[in-house]
């Protein structure tokens, strides 16, 4: 604890411990420990100080990388993440292969422009941030949670193999399907899904879970569908789908 003394083998007293937290937008987020011969006020108000600047720069930081609304990750921050994913699965393919990799999802509340439109703006805006707290509440720490534009989101998972990250997609959309939204009552969402792949890009990634999603939305919505599943059943060919359908 801060003030704490130091002491030497034979207990002698060989200074103070002195403890800062270190904050950020989204509280406490680790702890600066220094180990002084003396506690001296002027250090310490110094050090408080950068402190200070540093919180202000990790504010700074978040605030370009975090979507407005929401609080989760943006469309900006979305190719570096990915591409980063993708550089791991690269190199380690064959423990990926082993259900040690990553799959991506494409999240999209069904019907949201009959909620703008019946409802107003404003409980839309409010259906996206409950929608982004189910998000938060559902998927684990590790996993990362965009908002990539209007009500489409993308939430990456690690260390999942397909069947892995079926059940997790499936337990969110009925989390969706039970949540009580205030004044608009009950929603769903359809979810497309890809294993990400060494040899991908961001774009060809998200282009497979939509293609995914395409066809949760075209056969009834309310439903987490594959890209790898969908291509082995012959359900989707190798291009990219015209599907003529209302998404929002």
């Known amino acids: 604890e801060t003030g704490e003394p130091l002491r030497d083998r034979d207990g002698e007293g060989v200074g103070v411990r002195v403890i800062h ?35 202000n720069y ?5 605030d370009s990388q975090r979507d407005k609304l929401t609080g989760l990750l943006n469309r900006k921050t979305f190719d570096d993440r990915v591409l980063q994913i993708i550089a791991t699965v690269r190199a380690q393919e064959t423990e990926a292969a082993a259900g040690h990799g990553y799959a991506m999802g494409v999240l999209d509340i069904d019907h949201f422009k009959s909620v703008n439109d019946r409802f107003g703006h404003l409980y839309g805006d409010e259906v996206l941030l409950l929608f982004a707290r189910c998000m938060v509440e559902a998927f684990r720490g590790g996993d990362l949670l965009f908002r990539i534009g209007g009500e489409e989101f993308v939430v990456v998972l690690k260390d999942v193999d397909l069947e892995r990250a079926r059940i997790v997609f499936d337990r969110f959309r009925k989390i969706v399907e039970e949540f009580p939204f205030p004044q608009v ?5 359809s979810i497309g899904v890809s294993l990400i792949k060494g040899g991908d890009l961001p774009a060809t990634i998200i ?4 293609r995914a999603l395409y066809y949760a939305k075209n056969h009834g919505r309310n ?14 060919g190798g291009k990219k789908a015209q599907d003529d359908v209302e998404l929002f």
Do not use: W
Request: glycine residues 8%; aromatic residues 10%; negative net charge.
């Open 223 to 236: 439903q987490v569908q594959f890209h790898e599943t969908l291509m082995t059943e012959g359900e989707i």
């Open 185 to 189: 009552g009950k929603l769903t969402a």
């Open 21 to 55: 937290p270190l904050r950020g937008p989204r509280g406490i987020n680790g702890f600066l420990v220094f180990n002084c011969d003396e506690y001296a006020e002027r250090d310490q108000e110094l050090i408080a100080m950068l402190l200070t600047f540093y919180k």
């Open 207 to 210: 282009d497979r879970a939509d």
């Open 58 to 62: 990790v504010s700074l930081l978040e």
